[in-house]
């Protein structure tokens, strides 16, 4: 009995002991415990220098990023994207994952200004609460560059820009493509949405961009609209439930990829092939988004960029010489057709 | 004294009547490429990791502990299937889907062991012990995932979510087997006696020479091997495993069902089939609140408000206050009489 008992812990010992050792695997660089003189330090800050030499010379520009976590294939897209063209910018980069906490990531920009970084850049988690942090950075001297999300502070003198997507244009985007599929409709076309997570930017932003397109066609008409949690499964089930509830539903928006995808599912399941019996429009442009708009079961994805490294670090070099920048870049970001998204398709990186 | 499964199967009879004066093609059942198709069916279909997780957690419950890691479990075993399939060379290898399954599995009894092994072989607090493995298991689910949707093209695989077996889903039939399974256990061997004795008092049970730790460990391992069917389920479904999103919130769901069923959280008593009707019922209400076109903003409320309800009709003291004022409304003079007599 005693015997067994020992071998059980011993078990359950080595159980645990893999998973640590995959924890440790998966974070690859240096990892160096933030230099912060407050005393608990818990945002983990992997440096990652651009530069092979440790020797910094003093013109290389140092830039803080706080990144949001690794929640999602477009996140890691993001990250990479950034990563990568620091390094081909040759500015050096302190990169932090935040893990979703606001309080990782303010943590983090203090040990940003107190490393005396050139430029901190960040994605905040949540709009609000950041003035109290980006004041310390402004009386540092320390310019702040915003990327994909924004911060509702009513003070914008606290940062220098804000680089991201306009989700109320890609709404715009995907209903201007809509209007354009439908302008001779002679009969009501109806629509059925998949929101995204309710009270989301992008999903509120998305919803009304479209809504705001398509009202110049009366004919063009939303019928139904839920929740999708930005999920495959949900998308699946919501979608589901839409084909039994509607007998003829024309065209699916759906506020990203992955909800698409779970809807085609449900869409196959009834027996109707989609992107020919039912249009589907959706945001994003993932790799599996893309796949499936190469199989013509997309009809038009409206993208959504990750892959702003480049832009942010034009803006960082232009923010240390001093030039003037606008307050909001817009990433550069396409639209794809079924036949774009075949020729695209080998090009994508994420 | 009315059957315990009475008032669970009026919630449930009171939302299908709904339905059917809403829409009456709520019940039309077709029959689509060889297998049924119809909303019914897909009540089914999407209920079913529910029915599981709730089955699992009704034994659990039972001996007055709980269990909130079942949503990560969920995560895990989808993750950990979908990643061993993508990884090999022919996804749809009948061999290489019976490992991705039989990985997956050992994977969630060794997660329900170590749930186990901490309520019955620490002695942590059940709420406490299976909280560590619900915030490590969706790390653990990234980690195995890299943070990435995975997806699988293998149609072997999608059959265990998304197949149909004489007409039907063939997930149903595995809510089937493991609710037979569960039955027969604990009611035609004394297993669940033994539960019951654990939950009601587990030191008058050890004393009275039942394995209580044995027992615990047991619900647990049960437990997690319900859910990890359930990931099996629900990552085949979409044919993709999520670790971020899948199976969020199931714990919820699933105490909800096993409490509408008519199992009290104090341990002690346990109702499978009211557990079942409790999952069929929170399934037929998300549907209902989809097919109806709720706005998305207030389902929730809705949903909480018809738990609510739910709730209060099954609590015996609330019918009885009910009662009581009904018969005793607007009758001063009687009430009057009553006092002098």
Redesign the interface.
């Known amino acids: 009995m005693k015997a067994t008992k020992k071998k ?1 812990l011993a078990m ?1 010992a080595s ?1 645990m002991l893999l ?1 640590s050792a ?2 440790g695997g ?1 974070n690859g660089g240096t990892n160096t415990p933030a230099n912060n003189n407050g005393g608990a330090s818990t945002a983990p800050t992997t440096e990652t220098s651009a530069s092979p030499a440790p020797e910094q010379t003093d013109k290389q520009i140092t830039l803080g990023f706080s990144q949001v976590g ?4 477009w ?2 897209a993001n990250t990479q994207s950034i990563q990568d063209s620091a390094k081909e910018a040759g500015i050096e980069l302190k990169f932090s994952d935040a893990q979703q906490k606001q309080e990782n990531q303010i943590k983090a920009i203090r040990t940003f200004i107190q490393q005396k970084v050139d430029v901190i850049a960040f994605s905040p988690v949540v709009e609000s609460g950041w003035d109290t942090v980006l004041k310390e950075a402004k009386d540092a001297g320390i310019p702040v560059i915003l990327t994909d999300r924004a911060v509702d502070s009513s003070d914008t003198s606290l940062y220098e820009t804000f680089i991201g997507s306009d989700f109320v244009e890609e709404g715009r985007r995907a209903g201007t493509w809509l209007v354009e599929q439908y302008k001779d409709a002679s009969e009501d076309i109806n629509i059925v949405e998949l ?1 995204g997570t ?2 989301s930017a992008p999903a509120n932003d998305r919803m009304a961009g479209f809504a705001e397109v398509i009202a110049s066609n009366p004919k063009l008409k939303i019928i ?4 999708g ?5 949900k998308g ?3 979608m ?3 084909l ?2 509607h007998e003829d539903i024309d065209v699916l928006y759906a506020h990203n990829d ?1 909800m698409a ?2 809807a085609i ?1 449900a869409i196959e ?3 109707l092939k989609p992107g020919v019996d039912i249009k589907i429009i959706s945001v994003d442009g993932v790799k ?1 988004g893309f796949i499936a708009a190469s199989e013509g079961k997309i009809n038009f994805i409206v993208e959504c960029n990750p892959l702003l490294g480049p832009q942010l670090m034009q803006a960082v070099k232009d923010v240390v010489e001093g030039k003037e920048i606008p307050k909001r870049i817009v990433t550069e970001e396409g639209v794809f057709t079924s036949e774009d998204a075949k020729r695209e398709l080998p090009n994508r990186k994420y | 004294m009315k059957h315990h499964l009475f008032w669970p199967l009026t919630v449930l009879a009171l939302l299908l009547l709904f339905n059917l004066l809403y829409d009456p093609s709520f019940f039309s059942i077709k029959i689509r490429d060889g297998h049924l198709y119809g909303t019914l069916i897909d009540i089914l279909n999407f209920g079913a990791p529910l029915m599981l997780v709730a089955i699992g957690m009704t034994l659990v419950i039972a001996t007055k502990g709980i269990d909130l890691s079942v949503g990560s479990i969920v995560a895990i075993t989808g993750a950990m299937a979908c990643l061993t399939i993508s990884k090999g060379a022919d996804q749809n290898a009948l061999g290489l889907v019976l490992t991705a399954v039989g990985l997956s599995l050992a994977l969630s009894l060794a997660l329900g062991l170590w749930n186990g092994f901490l309520v019955a072989g620490v002695g942590i607090q059940p709420i406490i012990a299976t909280l560590i493995l619900m915030v490590a298991g969706r790390g653990i689910a990234q980690l195995i995932t890299s943070g990435q949707i995975i997806t699988v093209t293998s149609d072997r695989y999608e059959y265990i979510g998304a197949g149909a077996l004489f007409t039907l889903p063939f997930s149903i039939f595995i809510v089937a087997a493991v609710f037979a399974a569960a039955s027969l256990l604990t009611r035609k061997t004394a297993i669940g006696m033994f539960i019951e004795a654990v939950g009601n008092k587990p030191v008058a049970s050890r004393l009275a020479g039942i394995r209580s730790r044995s027992v615990v460990i047991a619900v647990y391992l049960f437990c997690g091997l319900c859910a990890g069917i359930a990931g099996l389920i629900l990552s085949s479904n979409v044919s993709s495993a999520d670790g971020n999103n899948a199976g969020l919130w199931y714990e919820l769901d699933a105490i909800l069902a096993v409490v509408i069923g008519g199992t009290s959280l104090n341990g002690g008593r346990f109702y499978l089939a009211g557990t079942v009707i409790g999952a069929l019922i929170i399934q037929t209400l998300t549907t209902t609140i989809y097919m109806t076109g709720v706005p998305p903003e207030i389902t929730l409320v809705v949903k909480a408000f018809v738990v609510l309800v739910v709730c209060l009709i099954q609590s015996e003291s609330f019918r009885k206050t009910l009662t009581h004022r009904w018969k005793t409304r607007r009758y001063p003079a009687e009430k009057e009489l009553t006092r002098h007599a």
Not at chain 1, 70 to 73: D, I, K, R, T
Request: glycine share 12%; hydrophobic share 35%.
């Open positions: 059980g359950l159980v998973f995959a924890c998966n690794a929640e999602s294939g996140r890691t929101q309710t009270g139904a609209s839920q929740t949690d930005f999920t495959r499964a699946k089930e919501v589901q439930a839409f039994k509830a992955d995808l779970g599912q399941a009834a027996g599996d």
